[in-house]
Nanobody, 120 residues
Framework: QVQLVESGGGLVQSGGSLTLSCTASGSIVSNNDIAWYRQFPGKQHEFVAR???????NYADSVRKRFTISRDNAKKVVFLQMSRLKPEDTAVYYC??????????????WGQGTQVTVSS
């Protein structure tokens, strides 16, 4: 079973920055599109950003120009650099392989995620 592992979350003040990392065993990260999602308490996961295996990046409107997704295939890691964080960005963040036909839906079961808390 494919398992992606998220890390890098924490507590940050409003306006601050954090960088999340997504890793996986084998070639999962380097051979697939990878997306970041987040889940607010009591809500379903929502799409945050996607980076293609061959093409560029896509972002949810709520994070565009504040978040940057990137990948290092040699190190088998995908990053989510988050800047100008807002309290409403507080959520558990997950990475996954998105369905090619619907980025809102992941291909694999969810991992444990990493908590991001932005204080006002």
């Amino acid at each position: 079973q494919v398992q992606l592992v998220e890390s890098g979350g924490g507590l940050v003040q409003s306006g601050g920055s954090l960088t999340l990392s997504c890793t996986a065993s084998g070639s999962i990260v380097s051979n697939n599109d990878i997306a970041w999602y987040r889940q607010f308490p009591g809500k379903q996961h929502e799409f945050v950003a996607r980076i293609g295996r061959y093409d560029g990046a896509n972002y949810a409107d709520s994070v565009r120009k504040r978040f940057t997704i990137s990948r290092d295939n040699a190190k088998k890691v995908v990053f989510l650099q988050m800047s100008r964080l807002k309290p409403e960005d507080t959520a558990v963040y997950y990475c996954n392989v998105p369905l090619s036909t619907n980025w809102n839906r992941p291909l694999n079961p969810w991992g444990q995620g990493t908590q991001v808390t932005v204080s006002s």
